[in-house]
């Protein structure tokens, strides 16, 4: 038995490094905290590697030659009752494993890309401290060893993305971004509270391993009691689902994540692309045996991933904003991602879905962080977000355009890149699940292709716009994380993920099914063609494509009017029909009676008031009566 | 000395100096004579302390030393009371009780 208690470091450090810099960072040159949080994170991104290796490698398996879930660490948080407690601890099993070390790679690139990005800005402390803050929340909600420390965590990561959002908070929209996405996680993660209670209520536990474990009580309890058609256990699930969309960004709780954008680009790329967005899928996965059980529950996570991934990747075509069209772009993977843990079953080939899904997490953290980390390369060199003020910038930006070009190639799924790995598997998954699913999920992969290279060509081919001055490639702190990531998104195809991260902990063999592969190969290098012939040279095909396409092109372009449909509900619905008598309610009856007592104390004391002369003799004349009076009053009772 | 003198002629002598002081307290203008009444107050309790302790109790001491402690304190706090009557009067420039009313609402 291996000694993994060490695993505790890793969460300790970043706390450490959040508290450190947080406190004192005004005291240090705003490199050396840079240094500092960055030194911490390679130090955990070590450990990290180093646990997986031992984890995957070294540690003997179970006896039936799956890998184990292994309580690292645990100490009793909260006792509540003998079998009913909190626990604070680190869980290992594939999956937090492998975010490990998914979190802590993007996690340290993007602390060295933000040294080089962040200079010279105001907060550049506080920028570092925010970050070691999130890694800190991100490891804990990993590898949270029950559902109470998850959600602990969950809303550990939430604040930090809202702190992180509006970092730049003497601007309105920032403020109102961060606001939003609080708002709308924080609505999101009620359903997750309510889900929470309901299933330790009827399972009796928090724990992870005992939940999702072969004779897990979730299995057995909750069955019998049935609300609209669906068993206590199923709803459960429903609302910790809605939890994980609220996070994930699912379709109709997505609308924060577009505005997200507003916080600073690493930010977007560490938490809003490859690790916090993630988290909902994470959160499936991590219940993944009981979703199993509640096919109607499994069923709504694939239907809003597939929903999501389309709705996203049309609205992705229509924006000119490169932050956003990689903010819509994420939407859609992460629908990918859903989807294939819906269609997935469980055990063995059977949880090819589970695995497609897992392993598209991991290729993605690593393309779409490099995309984010390219756009804020680009932002950096060109001091402009919208792809129509940019153009020709593959000669003054070389590195970030070949990095570029590979996160694009390997998110629209061009062989042998990762994400044409791990997408051909979700494919291959919904296929044989359901056909409307898989037809929905093929088109989104032509779509994918297209508003990628839309992306790539106007700003690095086009004609040259006129800057203001010469752009220039970034330096080299910016540019080696852009190296690094690149070279992940180009092998991390190659992992056998098989072997590594399944459903149930066994290995299983794949073969690429061809007959899936090549046709979405084809409609991927269709998606590559048409925005080619659209973008590469400047024309006009594509805005009279868009003026034919007249009322769908606008909704797209106005993302089908889903912030609207939200301040329609809130502002004329929700403000007039339920906060405005509640507010009066508060000003009227509430207020009302607490200034009616106020208002009688003073009116009295004002009456009577004289009382108090300030001569000194009225005092002691109304003293020493009252004590003869008290007098009179004892020597009467004790005489009867 | 005192035989045969019952232990009412005291408690009479007592309690006429308790209400006179009492009487002093609450009429008397002058701050001096306000203080010499609590004197007059705290005395006729001294007296009954004495007495009872002589009468009732005549093997024990407590009266007695409860007697020192009372006049000790009331030293104390004749020498406390002139104090804050000479800075009474230092403001005010007066020690009639009826001037010192700024505590009020």
């Keep these: 038995m291996i000694d993994f208690s060490y695993t505790a470091l890793i969460l300790l450090i970043p706390l450490f490094l959040f508290v450190l810099v947080g406190l004192f960072g005004n005291r240090f040159k705003p490199l050396v905290s840079g240094v500092i949080g960055t030194s911490g994170l390679f130090v955990i991104w070590v450990l990290s590697l180093f646990t997986a290796y031992k984890y995957f490698f070294v540690l003997e398996k179970a006896t039936d030659g799956s890998f184990q879930k292994l309580l690292a660490v645990n100490t009793v948080w909260l006792h509540l009752t003998d079998k009913l407690h909190i626990d604070m601890g680190v869980l290992l099993d594939p999956i937090s494993v492998m975010m490990l070390i998914v979190i802590t790679t993007v996690s340290l690139m993007v602390h060295l890309y933000s040294i080089g990005y962040m200079h010279g800005e105001k907060g550049f402390q506080r920028f570092f401290a925010m970050l070691s803050l999130f890694s800190f929340s991100m490891l804990g909600l990993v590898v949270a060893t029950n559902i109470f420390q998850m959600y602990i965590f969950w809303e550990l990561v939430g604040v930090s993305s809202y702190l992180l959002i509006g970092f730049y908070y003497t601007r309105d929209t920032a403020v109102a971004a961060s606001k939003k996405a609080f708002i709308v996680t924080r609505f999101a993660d009620l359903g997750f509270l309510i889900g929470i209670l309901i299933l330790s209520y009827t399972t009796g536990t928090f724990d992870f391993i005992t939940l999702t474990g072969s004779s897990s009580p979730a299995f057995s309890s909750g069955q019998g009691v049935w609300f609209l058609g669906l068993s206590t256990m199923t709803w459960s699930m429903i609302f910790i689902f809605m939890g994980g969309a609220g996070k994930s960004a699912m379709f109709p709780l997505h609308i924060w994540l577009p505005d997200a954008m507003e916080g600073p680009t690493p930010v977007s790329a560490l938490i809003h692309a490859a690790t916090m967005v993630v988290a909902g899928v994470y959160l499936v996965a991590r219940m993944f045996p009981i979703y199993i059980h509640e096919t109607a529950a499994l069923d709504i996570v694939a239907w809003v991933g597939a929903f999501t991934s389309l709705f996203a990747a049309v609205i992705a075509c229509t924006q000119f904003d490169i932050k956003r069209v990689l903010a819509y772009s994420t939407m859609s993977q992460i629908g990918y991602m859903m989807l294939a843990l819906g269609v997935s079953g469980y055990g063995g080939h059977e949880g090819l879905g589970y695995m497609a899904s897992m392993f598209h997490l991991f290729t993605h953290a690593f393309f779409k962080a490099l995309l984010f980390l390219g756009a804020g390369a680009i932002i950096h060199a060109v001091h402009s977000n919208y792809m129509n003020e940019m153009g020709g910038l593959r000669k003054y930006l070389p590195i970030t355009h070949i990095t570029f070009l590979i996160a694009c190639l390997a998110i629209a799924g ?10 051909d598997e979700i494919l291959v998954a919904a296929f044989h699940h359901n056909k409307v699913l898989f037809a929905m999920e093929y088109a989104v992969a032509g779509l994918t292709a297209f508003y990628m290279f839309r992306l790539y060509y106007s700003v690095f081919w086009r004609k040259e716009v006129h800057y203001h001055h010469t752009p220039h490639e970034a330096p080299a702190t910016m540019t080696i994380p852009l190296i690094f990531l690149a070279l992940g998104s180009t092998f991390t195809g190659f992992i056998p ?39 590469r040279k400047e024309n006009n095909i594509a805005t009279r494509l868009a003026r034919s396409m007249g009322g769908f092109y606008t909704a797209a372009y106005h993302k089908f009017y889903i912030d609207e449909v939200y301040l329609f509900i809130t502002k004329r619905i929700i403000f007039n029909y339920i906060s405005r008598p509640i507010a009066w309610f508060d000003r009227h009856i509430v207020d009302g009676t607490m200034n009616g007592v106020s208002y009688v104390t003073n009116e009295a004391s004002f009456r009577i008031r004289k009382f108090q002369s300030g001569q000194l003799q009225q005092y002691a004349i109304v003293f020493v009566s009252g004590t003869i009076f008290l007098a009179l009053l004892f020597i009467y009772l004790w005489t009867n | 000395m005192f035989e045969g003198v019952p232990l009412t002629w005291f408690l009479i002598t007592g309690t006429i100096m308790f209400f006179v002081g009492i009487y002093g307290f609450l009429v008397r ?61 230092r403001r005010l420039v007066s020690i009639n009780v009826e001037k010192m009313d700024e505590m009020k609402y």
């Design chain 1, 497 to 535: 993920f098989t072997k590594l991260v399944t459903s149930d902990g066994l290995p299983f063999e794949i073969h690429t099914e061809w007959g899936i592969a090549i046709p979405s190969i084809l409609i991927a290098v269709v998606g590559i063609a048409v925005a080619t012939v659209f973008y």
């Design chain 1, 414 to 423: 061009i062989p042998p890149f990762a994400g044409f790995f791990s997408k």
């Design chain 2, 29 to 89: 203008k002058n701050l001096i004579t306000i203080l010499m009444s609590t004197e007059l107050i705290l005395n006729s309790v001294n007296i009954n302390f004495v007495a009872f302790n002589k009468i009732l109790y005549p093997g024990h001491l407590e009266g007695m030393f409860f007697t020192i402690f009372i006049i000790a304190v009331a030293a104390a706090e004749a020498s406390v009371a002139i104090a804050i009557i000479i800075n009474i009067y």
